[in-house]
């Protein structure tokens, strides 16, 4: 059978409101009369202005401030702001920060309105996957482009007594509104310019470099993100460089990236991201740091799996034309380095603290979150992650 994009839905009711000064358009983003709850992380949006922006569009409103979602936001944290939500009669939130933000707010929306123990929100060894039926409304402010949640339905949750990191999607967590000014992001460190371009390529890689189903629009969309990424990576990473074209760029591409589109009637692989998040578990490092380290033994362990694409990827990513189809998959791999290196990215796992005995933990924690048969045609088992982790060395 000639192979073809398998049925899908496509929902995605984001308001995306992208430009220069559009914060102070909340006042008519959030009705009248609801009473907000604006949620932070550690402080940059109090440091760099964005938080008494916020307010100030918002003085019409009743508002009221939860600061501390860590960088990886914990349940425990995001349960002391639903008590807070909850003791405080408060109706709507905003979000104000980078991805963990984002994603603790998500959370915080669907376990306020849970019937039950919010951790049964969550599957894999957590708890028992239950569906979300309802969630507090909300709209963000994003800091960092990085993780596309601004404009999708899914989070990421740190349980530390578990050791684990576990995401959950639900139609009901994708954003009323997101904003998007690319000046925002003038205050950013060059490691999360990094780690923004670097989170944004792989998940574009994660939706593409699976095996081939025709899916045309999907690749060359995808093809199209990862040559603005390599193009303008290097720049965007220059924390001086206030290019309001570039960071606008950067900014709607990592968006891009991750609002499912890529992904609706292909395969998907996201095992890069299994393997990190176990990582980022252990030992705190950064999410795209993670990835970095490990995408290289992704591409180099499933190279016969993913063979078909790898060869599409040389070609059209990379304008690879010479040689044969392992020359060309070959170069493009080393090309792939040299990007991520380029940027500042570790490209092996000694360069983010993992060492050759922790990889039997990181082993067994794949299997205690339900990931050991993973990536796109599922036959990623835990030996074959293991392999993949001892190649990152
Ligand atoms: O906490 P503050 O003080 O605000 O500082 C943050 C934080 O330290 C800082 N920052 C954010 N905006 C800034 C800024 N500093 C200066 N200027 C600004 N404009 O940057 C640091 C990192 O922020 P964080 O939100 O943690 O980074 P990121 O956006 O990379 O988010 C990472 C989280 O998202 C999850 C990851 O697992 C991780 O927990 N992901 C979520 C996804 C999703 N919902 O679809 C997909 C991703 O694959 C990812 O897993
Ligand atoms: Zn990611």
């Known amino acids: 059978m000639e192979k073809a994009m398998s049925d899908f839905v496509y929902y995605n009711p984001v308001k995306i409101l992208f430009g220069r000064n559009k914060i102070s358009e909340l006042q008519t983003l959030i009705p009248d009369g609801k009473k907000v709850l604006i949620i932070y992380g550690g402080g940059s949006v109090k440091r760099f202005g964005t938080l008494d922006r916020v307010k100030e569009a918002l003085k019409h409103h009743i508002v009221g401030e939860f600061g501390g979602i860590e960088a990886n936001p914990t349940f425990k944290t995001c349960m002391e702001a639903v008590k807070y939500f909850k003791e405080g009669r408060y109706d709507y939130l905003l979000a104000v920060g980078g991805g963990s933000v984002i994603d603790g707010t998500k959370f915080i929306a ?111 969309f995808a093809e199209g993100l990862l040559r603005i990424l390599i193009d303008i990576g290097p720049s965007v990473v220059d924390e001086d460089h206030h290019d309001y074209a570039l ?22 692989d996201w095992s890069t991201h299994a393997l990190g998040h176990e990582i980022t578990v252990m030992n705190h490092t950064d999410h795209a740091r993670s990835l970095s380290a490990l995408l290289p033994a992704v591409m180099v362990v499933r190279k016969l799996k993913k063979w078909d694409k790898l060869v599409q990827y040389a070609e059209n990513v990379w304008g690879i034309t010479e040689g044969s189809e392992e020359v060309k998959i070959d170069t493009a791999i080393l090309k792939t380095v040299a990007f991520l290196k380029s940027i500042g990215m570790p490209t ?46």
């Open 348 to 393: 092996n796992l000694s360069a983010v603290g993992v060492e050759e005995k922790d990889i039997d933990t990181l082993v067994k924690q794949l299997e205690t979150h339900g990931n050991a048969a993973i990536s796109e045609r599922g036959d990623q088992t835990l030996e074959v992650s293991r392999e993949i982790y001892r190649a990152s060395l």
């Open 110 to 220: 669907a376990a306020i309105e849970f019937d039950g123990d919010p951790k049964d929100i969550f599957a894999k060894g957590v708890g028992k996957g239950l569906p979300i039926e309802s969630a507090v409304p909300f709209g963000t402010v994003l800091t960092l482009p990085a993780t596309g949640s601004e404009m999708n339905d899914g989070s990421v949750i740190t349980f530390e007594e578990e050791q684990a990191k576990i995401s959950f999607g639900s139609p009901h967590v994708y954003p009323e509104f997101s904003i998007l000014e690319p000046e925002l992001t003038y205050t950013l460190p060059k490691r999360q310019l990094a780690n923004g371009v670097t989170d944004a390529f792989v998940h574009v890689i994660e939706q593409y470099l699976t095996y081939p189903v025709n899916g045309k629009v999907q690749d060359e």
């Open 247 to 268: 960071r606008s760029n950067y900014m709607w591409t990592a968006t891009l990236a991750l609002n499912r589109l890529l992904s609706r009637g292909v395969p998907g």
